[in-house]
């Protein structure tokens, strides 16, 4: 007899591992249970795109949920620009959370491309996400969410995120606004920022979620390369110190990621983008005070991802209009959305 079945704990990893070699079956065990106990389920995998307005807390519901910072946040809208995965493996499930730009209406072409990413994220996903601000007031862009979503097929959730900051008789009118626009399969009041109700939601996922084999190996937590994560950890600091429309011509870009040979030491070499030579004096500062900050703020979130300590070396550059410029964009990794 199996050591389990006479009441052993068995390693779960070893059972996650046998159970993948029996398709994509897998064995779910809540806690440790005796043989006789366990519960053959199918594994579930799917893409799960969270998307919303500009500032409804998407990113900040994405680390949430991974359990560390992946997308960078700031009080600002539009601070997300790219499409970005948060791998959540479980033992029964893996689920593909998809971070999106905010999707609005936009005049300009860089902002467009954002919204698109935002959308194009929605008609690939297994299951959509809408988040809305339980604070904010309705404007035409939830129109255009919601136009965009009626097309979508997968199930959609209506997530009404900030409940901190309301109480719950609020939330109760906000229910009845929307609970009849869409077919929503939950709806889900919570807090990105306190976790209140997110691991319900993160239950819920894995209850819809298609049965299928994990698209990722178990320890891939995004795909985005370190380069691009060390880019962002910048440019949200570029974000929260810079002032008015700046923060918006920003791009960041890394150049240089090298470890001193037997040293715990990284060096780090990144480039700040703006769009006009007017911008440049100010992101440097009086004395170079404001890239200075920018570096001091970023670093110590820098040596948490790399893990080792880091010597940042920061300049500013500029490349005229990237914001209008197709090749720039490309250049800058804004249209890299598959
Ligand atoms: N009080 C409160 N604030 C929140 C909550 N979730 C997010 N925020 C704040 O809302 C602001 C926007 O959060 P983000 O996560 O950057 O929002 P986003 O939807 O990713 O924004 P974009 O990337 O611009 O589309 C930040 O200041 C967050 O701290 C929440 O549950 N409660
Ligand atoms: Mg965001």
Redesign the pocket.
Known sequence: MAEGARGAPFHLEWIARSATAIGHWKLVIPGVLSAEDWTLMAFKAGYVAIV??????????L?RLLGQKL??????????RNRILGIKSLPGAQIVFV????IHRSEQRFNREMTRAGLRAAGDADLVLW?V?AEAPETPDDLLILESLRRVKAPCYLLI?????VGKPLVLPIIDRFKDRLPFREIVP?????GENVDRLEALLERDLPEGHPFFPEDQVTDRPERFLIAELIRERAFHLLRQELPYAVAVTVEQVREREGRDLVDVGATLYVEKASQKGIAIGAGGQMLKQIGQQSRPAIEALLGRRVNLQLVVKVREGWRRDEDALRDLGYLDHP
């Open positions: 919303g307005r500009p500032n409804v807390g998407k990113s900040t519901l680390n997308s960078i946040v700031s009080p600002r809208p539009q601070t997300t971070d999106t730009p905010g988040m601000d995120n900030k409940v901190d900051r919570l807090s990105a920022a306190s």
